[in-house]
């Protein structure tokens, strides 16, 4: 079980708008002095400054000094804008409806999330039915005043006896592992420290769980250090972390890692080894009834050719959705007795959709594909032929899929840009859906709809878009809008409810998601086409989406706004540093933005599968070309810019952020402002305490609608 057009009439403006003007105009904002330094690397003979590498030291005085002087500035400003407060009290009342995650069943009880709307993290529910209301079994909010301590994921022993969750703190990506006795409802001795990016799995016999973890940073604080060197270890209950069994490691190998998993008979257990962010891996299996050699781990899947993710077995035939020779994915079948290449069996063969995940349930495979970015479920034998497709309400996404393979019902999440997640039980002999629990808000999802549009980028690519406003939306290019993109590590974006979007449609906002290349909306190969050398791509197909949205009127530039997350704060970055005449704002959250230096903090060495290495010659002319950090000019009109990020964020290392707020404060610091808000105890965004997600989401769309004109009490 692991578990996101209303036109103000003109006098109105005027008079809204003017005390905006008067307290907050270019003159009146003063940023903190931002001190420079004389550091200077080369990368292949060219020599490049970093004055701000000072920056990067988290814990000094004077970062801290610089933070709190930063946000004071930030606070100050967003504090002025008219209207700022009614947003989060509109926000919190959109926010305050009751959320539901997929059930899942582990021996004899059934687990599920609730949230009662304000709550700062979600609370786990167990019952004897699915349906039923069930008791708290773990409330996180109990955990933590502030709800900055947060339950980021939950493994159940075979029988449903022991649960161990993985509680992290402030936002930070390490986890402190603990194992709760279920029917006690109290958390056992087991600690377990130092785990990140960690796939949990029990033993079918319920003694102990195999896990993986890093060593302990020494000497460095635990945020920035870099994470390599995993090892996959098994935790037997009862006993202290120190004694954890060592399965298997690669000292040769510092970027590997490692995810296990047991079979669902309890016979074999399959080690999933990946390579950074890159998509492909290998794949080891062990004999858990087997002696002596024969116990030991052994290579099923040893080429870096493709992704093969594990999906079920049926005695010693296991079944893996891969794209190896299927750009876009299918299921084959491998008898472990005679794993040879040439004995493999395509089950499901690849089709014109993108094959995002596949589910063994009721002796069928249920299959998530994504037609043109939304979902599609479709259901085989497994002989391979076809059992017809579960029907889904409309256009949108399916999140969850959890079912087993003797199970006879199962259950999804079900949602949409305008439809709330809702849960559905599915009875896997009929293939029919019915609907368990959807959510009631105070938010009529029905005045809204989703178009999806189809525009061409710079080199006549065909990408599509989603865009979401009024049904009676007038297209005279008014309309205040904001252009959201990711485009990166075949992570597509796809349509789903977000209580922030919703909060921007009531405020009379369009909001639009364009597909960009670099995600997985079409499969490896749309994918391949913006990384590395090609990255650039993605950055046209987001330039190419605004001139869309303003050629076909839905907007204009002095009412568009970018934003974007992580990947995507790069994204926003690079787009306004391109083309700052489309946008009169933009919002890089938690972003990449320093991409000669994105290797040396944390996880960022993986991402070299995505955007190139700076020891390549050839990647660090592309990534110097557009990397943010290193592309901003003193005395562009660079659009208003609110950068976001979190302190505790050791996913993107916050420096990213420092760095370019002081970059693009000292290009042009009589220009629109350029901000930066650094929250406090947060990190790069899972596991964000309610509180705090509506705190920031009334503060950037303030922020954008004060850049378009359009703040109003």
Known sequence: MRLPLILVPALLLATACQP???????????????????????????????????????????????????????????????GRDRIAARATEIWNFNRWGVPSREGKQWFW?????????????????????????????????????ALKDTAFSADGKFMAYGLSSGGSDWEEWRVLDVAKGQPTEDVLKWVK???????????????????????????????????????KLGTPQIDDELVYERKDQPDYSFGADATEDGRYLIVSVGQGTERKNLVLI?????????????????????????VGNVGSKFYFRTDDDAPRGRIIAIDVTRPARKNWKTVVDQTDDALQSADLVGGQLVLNYLHDASSRLRRYGLDGKSKGDVDLPGLGTVATFEGRPGDKQAFYSFASYTTPTSIYRYDVAKGKSTLLRAPTMAFDPSIYETRQVFYTSKDGTRVPMFITGKKDLALDGSNPTILYGYGGFRIPQVPAFSASIATWLDQGGVFAVANLRGGGEYGREWHEAGIKLKKQNVFDDFIAAAEYLIAEKYTSPQRLAIRGGSNGGLLVAAAELQRPDLFAA????????DMLRFREFTIGKAWESDYGSVLDADEFAALRAYSPLHNVKPGVAYPATLITTGDHDDRVFPAHSFKFAAAMQSANPKGKPQLIRIDVRAGHGQGKPTAKQIAETADVYAFILNAFGLAKP
């Open 20 to 82: 905006v003007k008067k307290e907050s105009s270019a003159e009146r904002l003063v940023y903190p002095v931002t001190k420079k330094v004389g550091q200077v690397d080369t990368y292949h003979g060219q020599e490049i400054a970093d004055p701000y590498r000072w920056l990067e030291d988290i814990d000094s005085p004077d970062t801290t000094a610089w933070i709190k002087a930063q946000n004071d500035v930030t606070t100050a400003y967003l504090g002025r804008i008219p």
């Open 113 to 149: 999330f609730k949230n009662d709307g304000l709550q700062n993290q979600s609370v786990l529910y167990v019952a004897d039915k699915p349906e039923g209301e069930g008791r708290v079994l773990l409330d996180p909010n109990s955990l933590s005043t502030d709800g900055t301590i």
């Open 197 to 235: 990016f960690s796939e949990v799995d029990w033993s079918r016999d319920g003694k102990g769980f195999w896990y993986s973890r890093y060593d302990e940073p020494q000497g460095e604080n635990a945020l920035k250090a870099k994470n390599e060197f995993q090892k996959l270890f098994f935790h």
């Open 286 to 310: 062990r004999d858990l009834k087997a002696k002596g050699k024969n116990a030991a781990l052994k290579e099923l899947i040893g080429e870096w050719k493709a992704e093969y993710e594990y």
């Open 586 to 593: 933009a919002v890089p959250a938690v972003g990449v933005l």
